[in-house]
């Protein structure tokens, strides 16, 4: 049984190296082309170089054009990123404020069509609860 087992595995071994024999290629005299593992006698035959395995060969190509675009357009969207929540906490600043102007001011004004008037007590309290529905919805 252990023979078995030493004699399948020297053939596994070993196939590789059945497999990287060289290839002749010639033409014979009806123009027809020929491939053997032996040459053939009294004809000139060329040894064909036959390719490693991709496994075995590292990447020869460069993406460094790709990679160079596709920093750009992170770099983009980084800063639209940045621009949007720098302008997300200017608007919730300015709703904390707006906010806590009409929690502490019952008598608040406001200006219609060039002339001041003062918001009731129902109107300020709609305001309130719009407001901190924005900045529940907006700002964390």
Known sequence: MRTHFFIAGL????SPLSM???IYKWVDAQGVTHFDAQPPQGQQATVVVTPSSPAS???????????????????????QVAEQQAELKVFCDQARTNLAQLQ?????REEVEG???RLDDA?????ISETQKQIADNCM
């Open 11 to 14: 053939m596994v071994a070993l």
């Open 123 to 127: 109107q300020r309290q709609e305001r």
């Open 115 to 117: 002339e001041l008037r």
């Open 20 to 22: 990287a024999a060289q």
């Open 57 to 79: 060969k590292p990447p020869t190509t460069t993406n460094s054009g790709v990679i160079g675009d596709q920093r750009a357009i992170d770099n983009s969207v980084k800063k």
């Open 104 to 108: 502490n001011n019952p008598r608040l």
